[in-house]
């Protein structure tokens, strides 16, 4: 359930609630901490407090000490080494009555340090005549509070072990300690050490003081990460999911993606690239709907002429008018064809490029490759030469996609070689340029170009030749041209000084 519910949370969310988590196992594991250090503690102390009870029991039953107010004083006073470190010792008869109290007036508290001098008696009384000015409401309430423990220690399991509880105030952090006391087998009474341990407090305090500085601290910082990662990087990546959303819907809606174009970030990159993308996805959307509308005119007209002639044919009796028909047939059967062929093989092309890597090639191996080729079929077919010349270069290296180099010199040779008459030559000519970029040009003799404007020859289906209007679908530089395009290079087309056609591309610098 709980994997369910954090996927379902946006990635913000997330953020903050495993923070959260982590926090909460750490204030457990905090917790827990407290709760073992003043443990430790209190038993370092405990551990004194026990001493002492079983000395002092050692010496009540030693000195055979009676539990009576005027015994137990005298003890207290002749066994005040006993106690030098304690802040109070009380001592209680087997009714829990007080019989003995070193913070009320039984000693001085000179008692309790290091020094053995001797105590003048004056002195003593002074101090004892101060100590029973002190507050006797406060001083009854710990001792009832003491004598219910010893009551509860009395029924206890714990009876006839040492026994620690801790008393807490606002000012105070009481130790206390209690034993029950047995002499001659018999139950006489009880002892209780009690022990300001406020250093233990203060301790667990000042951990607690710098824990929580340093949650606060931590929590301050996970809101400003929280803030700078939703205001810098989630809030970006929203719009960017909301731009892919009207991508999807179509829908005219506005999106601020220019604003995240603008960053030189790598969300700023990624913009740009699925702006890039999408742009490119719909012009190949674009061209791929503009390519099927003038496929179907393109069809429509052979379909129209087959249609009518095919109407005819069977109307004819004329051997002469029947032969002429069925030429017009195969011819416009032989369009459609040629029509489709390319259109799909123009199609396979479309996507191949796209998963296509460009290297660097050397341009004069590939021209001189399929030069090879085409002389090898067209000097004896039509007696047809294509030469290669180059202007004296080591080498000539681009970048590009060598079968697809290979596909723009092959369309071109073909184009001239249908513009050429028998016997006539191609040259083909790369030479380096002075700024660094490489050109490519194919001269033939042919009839040259009759449109003014040469970029038509560019344009999808269109064709100059009726006369050979089976042979050629008119995609062929519009190929070329798409291709070129890939390569960041560019393509001209005009008429030579002499005679024929130029074709020239010009490649960038690697």
């Known amino acids: 359930m709980l994997s369910i519910f954090i996927k379902n949370l946006s990635i913000l969310k997330k953020f903050l609630f495993i923070n959260f988590l982590v926090l909460l196992v750490i204030g457990i594991l905090t917790l827990i901490y407290f709760n073992s250090i003043q443990s430790s503690l209190i038993k370092d102390k405990t551990f004194n407090h026990i001493k002492t009870l079983n000395n002092t029991i050692e010496n009540l039953n030693r000195l055979k000490i009676e539990f009576n107010e005027k015994d137990i004083r005298k003890f207290l006073f002749s066994t005040r080494f006993l106690f030098q470190n304690l802040d109070r010792v009380q001592i209680f008869d087997n009714n829990f009555k007080l019989i003995g109290d070193t913070d009320t007036l039984d000693l001085d508290p000179r008692a309790f340090s290091k020094r053995l001098d001797i105590v003048e008696m004056n002195d003593l009384n002074k101090d004892i005549n101060k100590k029973e000015k002190k507050s006797e409401i406060k001083k009854k309430n710990k001792s009832s509070k003491i004598i219910l423990k ?26 206390i300690t209690i034993r029950n006391v047995i002499t001659n087998n018999k139950n006489v009474g009880y002892l209780a050490i009690i022990e300001n341990a406020n250093d233990v407090k203060a301790a667990i305090n000042e951990r607690k003081n710098f824990i929580i500085r340093t949650a606060i601290v931590v ?24 731009y892919t959303k009207i991508i999807k819907d179509k829908s005219k809606e506005k999106s601020n993606i220019e604003n995240i174009k603008n960053r030189n970030d790598e969300l700023g990159i990624l913009s740009k690239s699925l702006d890039e ?18 496929l179907l005119h393109e069809i429509r007209n052979p379909l129209t002429s087959l249609k009518s002639a095919s109407e005819i044919i069977s109307e004819t009796e004329n051997k002469d008018q029947r032969n002429k028909l069925v030429g017009i047939i195969s011819h416009d059967v032989e369009r459609i064809e040629r029509l489709i062929t390319d259109y799909s093989q123009m ?33 004896s077919k039509r007696s047809i030469g294509i030469k290669l010349k180059t202007n004296g270069a080591k080498e000539y290296k681009i970048l590009g996609i060598e079968s697809r180099i290979e596909q723009i010199i092959a369309n071109l040779l073909e184009n001239s070689i249908s513009f050429s008459k028998d016997n006539q030559e191609i040259t083909v000519e790369i030479s380096k340029k002075e700024d660094g970029r490489l050109s490519l040009v194919v001269l033939d003799e042919g009839i040259g170009f009759s449109e003014k404007d040469t970029n038509k020859i560019f344009d999808r289906f269109y064709s100059n030749r009726p006369e050979k209007f089976g042979e050629h679908s008119g995609l062929g530089l519009n190929i070329v041209k798409n291709l070129v395009e890939l390569h960041n290079a560019d393509i001209k087309a005009t008429n030579n000084k002499n005679k024929g056609a130029k074709v020239e591309i010009t490649f960038p610098i690697v």
């Open 347 to 379: 199609l396979k092309d479309e996507a191949a490029i796209s998963s296509e890597k460009m290297i660097k090639v050397d341009l004069k191996n590939i021209v001189k490759s399929v030069v090879d080729d085409f002389n090898s079929i067209y000097e």
């Open 277 to 294: 993308m999408t742009n490119e996805l719909n012009k190949r959307i674009a061209t791929a709907e503009n390519y099927s509308t003038d």
């Open 150 to 175: 010893l009551k509860n220690y009395s029924n206890s399991s714990q009876f006839g072990k040492p026994y620690t509880f801790i008393e807490e105030s606002y000012d105070h952090f009481l130790l």
């Open 219 to 242: 929590g301050i910082v996970i809101l400003i990460f929280s803030f700078v990662l939703n205001r810098y990087f989630l809030k970006p990546i929203r719009n960017l999911v909301t």
